[in-house]
């Protein structure tokens, strides 16, 4: 007898027998049988539990713990930043590194890259992709995506969302949620909502018009919960009708759970939650992080002193607080539980593997917009090319660490000049570096240190001296700067306070122009930048910060090996004022900051005020051109319950394979209320081979062509004359029909 056999034959019949008729579910108690249905699992579960049971499964028991039920066998659950890949480890009570060495995560590209994409299979790859990774680190729930608008240029975290527009972060951001949740891991969406700043984020209260809420900063949020099924929203620190968002009437109970008919649960921000009282009647579920008075700010027995622990216990103890509310919360919470922690048929998840790498390299890619490109400069054919210089800090810093909640310690992160080194080589072309200019010397963030060591002893004249008699020597010029995650760049925590670049970056550029005309400036960065050299650089490609894979990426766009077919999320104003958030809003605000340009955000502002942008929302180049013609629509007139369908030819005109991200825009030429001349209302990304003609189309409903009548508290869509425009960008337009809505 073969003992290896001998030894798994036994024990398995022993497992059988210990689980009735062959493990059948009649053994297990109701809430443990997942061929019930969910809610009667957890009415089960509910009616088994005690008050303090009730209460426990409602608060922290850790930074991102919270308790399951012991004594039942629930499990806790385990949550995780972030957007763009698993943090490491922290310590049971503090933020600081645990130390281990397992931990180490795919960084994907941030989640501007992703909406620079406009493809929703980069979105549900990315989704697939960092939920595995979630699902292998067995957490629960997954702290994103961020779907906060883009309002200005100076927010310091716009690099974690997805961009000015709510229809184009509405279509990304569903996949990405979808496909983590595959992994029997929870999205949480945040931070809903209206945290478009960082300055006072705590506590600023955010004054904005129903219609701007409603037809800008919601719609994103709603796709999650409604299309997405998200199981968890994040509430944001700041205030909204003079509520903390994290225990807001308005926003949880109103709109999230009544109206949109959220079943999940509404996670605090980490500390977003101040009061007993308003976290239990305004829709907190779940309360992490919060610093409890009372006891030393944070110390470890903090936890029973949160809001939603033994305070809330006392007020049901003395009959101030209902059980109902009490058992909508833990309903929520199980359901959270069950969906994740306690579910048995996940997948079982991988970590740092091939296939993420690739899809971190094929979403950057993808993602990477070509803003410029005159002269043929791009792509630069290494093989062509004797002698190639790379000027810049932002080529050799790595930017997955720091920047905040969303910082990740990478097992390596290929940067932009290691990339770019190794292809340019592998083609015999030789590649030098200059640093060109000293940003941020730190690099350690939380307890994780990239070990760089970027220390420079040259002045800013000698660095610039260096890097332009180097560039007289070069064949070619390939600048790489833009933004970092430091404070007041590309960080939580803090906004940026300038919309220059930083470090006396453009003198650096300046200087290259004049020393080189075959130069090319990539920006590595989250968020539109001033370009006041534009005129005298050739070309420019704006590459995000883009996770593990960033040099490689960039090498393949640069080289060739991809030919770019990103389109930027948001606009590039020339001028900070010509953005409406400076021109006509308030921004940061005190106390209070006011939205004054209210739906005139981003490219809306752009078209009401006739103000040219330095790049327009939905502008990217290719290394091929295109054509869209014959712009036309199916009928005349659209019913109130029908449809009207536009189509439009899209023709690849160059001589090399591409995809080009066609546009559709509507515009109601006349309405009671002030609209924008545009908005997107649909887009499609066509791969065509050279010559190949495509006809993409567009679906128009009536809801496509409403809009939020604050006055009635209702959308409408009004009748009469509307036009679709079509194009390849929301400042070139192709085509367009006019048509009337009956
Ligand atoms: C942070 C961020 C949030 C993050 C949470 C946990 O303050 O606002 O996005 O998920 O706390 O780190």
């Known amino acids: 007898m073969n003992f290896k056999i001998l030894f798994n034959v036994v024990p398995a019949l022993f497992l059988a027998g210990c689980a009735g008729n062959g493990g059948g579910s009649k053994d297990l108690a109701p809430y443990q049988n997942e061929t019930l249905s969910l809610e009667e699992r957890v009415e089960d579960a509910l009616s088994r539990m005690t008050l303090e049971e009730k209460v426990a499964v409602l608060h922290a028991q850790s930074k991102f713990s919270s308790a399951g039920v012991p004594r039942l066998g629930i499990p806790e659950l385990w949550c995780t930043d972030g957007p763009h890949g698993i943090r490491p480890e922290v310590l049971w009570d503090d933020w600081d590194q645990a130390g281990w060495t397992n931990d180490s995560?795919?960084?994907?590209?941030?989640?501007?890259?992703?909406?620079?994409?406009?493809?929703?299979?980069?979105?549900?790859?990315?989704?697939?992709?960092?939920?595995?990774?979630?699902?292998?680190?067995?957490?629960?729930?997954l702290l994103g995506p961020g779907v906060n608008i883009y309002r200005t240029p100076l927010n310091g975290r716009n690099f974690e969302y997805m961009g000015e527009d709510p229809y184009l972060a509405s279509r990304m951001v569903v996949p990405y949620v979808q496909e983590v949740q595959k992994n029997g891991v929870a999205a949480c969406v945040k931070h809903f909502a209206l945290n478009n700043q960082e300055t006072n984020r705590q506590s600023v209260n955010v004054v904005v018009d129903d219609r701007a809420l409603y037809e800008i900063y919601l719609p994103a949020f709603k796709a999650a919960v409604q299309e997405g099924g998200a199981w968890s929203v994040m509430g944001s620190y700041n205030k909204y009708k003079g509520e903390h968002c994290c225990h807001n009437q308005y926003l949880l109970n109103g709109i999230l759970k009544r109206d949109w008919g959220f079943d999940g649960v509404v996670i605090s921000d980490w500390g977003g939650a101040h009061d007993t009282k308003q976290a239990v009647e305004n829709g907190l579920d779940l309360?992490?992080?919060?610093?409890?008075?009372?006891?030393?700010?944070?110390?470890s027995n903090a936890y029973d002193n949160y809001y939603l622990a033994h305070p809330y216990l006392e007020l049901l103890k003395k009959g101030e607080a209902?059980?109902?509310?009490?058992?909508?919360?833990?309903?929520?919470?199980?359901?959270?539980?069950?969906?994740?922690?306690?579910?048995?048929?996940?997948?079982?998840?991988?970590?740092?593997?091939?296939?993420?790498?690739?899809?971190?390299?094929?979403?950057?890619g993808e993602g990477m917009v070509l803003l410029k490109n005159e002269g043929g400069v791009l792509p630069l054919d290494p093989a062509a090319t004797k002698r190639l210089l790379v000027v810049g800090e932002n080529a050799v810093k790595m930017m997955t660490v720091g920047g905040g909640s969303s910082s990740l310690k990478v097992r390596h992160e290929c940067l932009p000049l290691e990339g770019i080194r190794t292809a340019a080589e592998a083609a015999g072309c030789e590649v030098a570096f200059e640093r060109g200019y000293v940003g941020?010397?730190?690099?350690?963030?939380?307890?994780?240190n990239s070990g760089q060591d970027l220390s420079e002893t040259r002045s800013e004249e000698q660095l610039i001296a260096d890097a332009v008699a180097a560039a007289k020597e070069a064949d070619a010029v390939i600048f790489v700067g833009g933004l970092n995650k430091s404070r007041h760049q590309d960080s939580e925590g803090s906004d940026r306070e300038q919309y220059g670049l930083p470090y006396a970056q453009d003198r650096v550029i300046e200087a290259l122009s004049?020393?080189?005309?075959?130069?090319?400036?990539?920006?590595?960065?989250?968020?539109?930048?001033?370009?006041?050299w534009l005129d005298r650089v050739p070309a420019v490609l704006e590459a995000w910060f883009s996770g593990s894979e960033t040099g490689n990426a960039l090498a393949d766009v640069l080289f060739g090996k991809v030919n770019p077919s990103g389109k930027l999320p948001f606009t590039f104003p020339v001028r900070l004022e010509d953005?409406?958030?400076?021109?006509?809003?308030?921004?940061?605000?005190?106390?209070?900051?006011?939205?004054?340009?209210?739906?005139?955000?981003?490219?809306?502002?752009?078209?009401?005020?006739?103000?040219?942008?330095?790049?327009?929302?939905?502008?990217?180049?290719s290394y091929t051109t295109f054509e869209v013609e014959n712009v036309k629509a199916d009928r005349m007139s659209l019913s109130a319950k029908g449809t009207l369908r536009v189509t439009a030819d899209v023709t690849n005109t160059g001589d090399r394979a591409g995809a080009e991200v066609v546009q559709l825009y509507v515009g109601d030429e006349e309405s009671t209320l002030p609209r924008p001349v545009k908005e997107l209302k649909g887009f499609e990304k066509v791969m065509l081979e050279p010559g190949e003609t495509r006809t993409v189309a567009f679906e128009i409903t009536p809801e496509a062509l409403s809009y939020y009548d604050d006055t009635k508290g209702e959308w409408t869509a009004e009748p009469g004359a509307f036009t679709a425009f079509v194009g390849v960008a929301s400042d070139d337009i192709r085509g367009s029909v006019n048509f009337t809505l009956e």
């Open 287 to 299: 309360e992490f992080g919060s610093w409890t008075n009372g006891l030393d700010w944070g110390a």
């Open 440 to 448: 941020d010397l730190r690099t350690e963030f939380d307890g994780v």
């Open 105 to 141: 995560c795919t960084a994907f590209p941030a989640l501007t890259c992703l909406a620079a994409t406009w493809n929703p299979e980069m979105s549900a790859l990315y989704g697939k992709s960092i939920g595995e990774e979630a699902r292998y680190r067995e957490k629960d729930v």
């Open 579 to 621: 953005n409406g958030a400076h021109a006509m809003g308030e921004f940061p605000g005190g106390d209070s900051v006011r939205y004054n340009e209210s739906i005139f955000v981003g490219y809306r502002w752009h078209d009401a005020k006739a103000i040219r942008p330095l790049f327009a929302f939905g502008h990217g180049l």
């Open 322 to 364: 209902d059980e109902k509310t009490l058992d909508d919360k833990v309903r929520r919470v199980l359901r959270l539980i069950f969906r994740t922690a306690m579910n048995t048929r996940k997948p079982f998840g991988s970590l740092n593997s091939p296939e993420h790498l690739a899809a971190a390299r094929r979403i950057a």
């Open 514 to 532: 004049a020393a080189n005309p075959r130069l090319a400036v990539v920006l590595v960065s989250g968020n539109a930048v001033a370009m006041p």
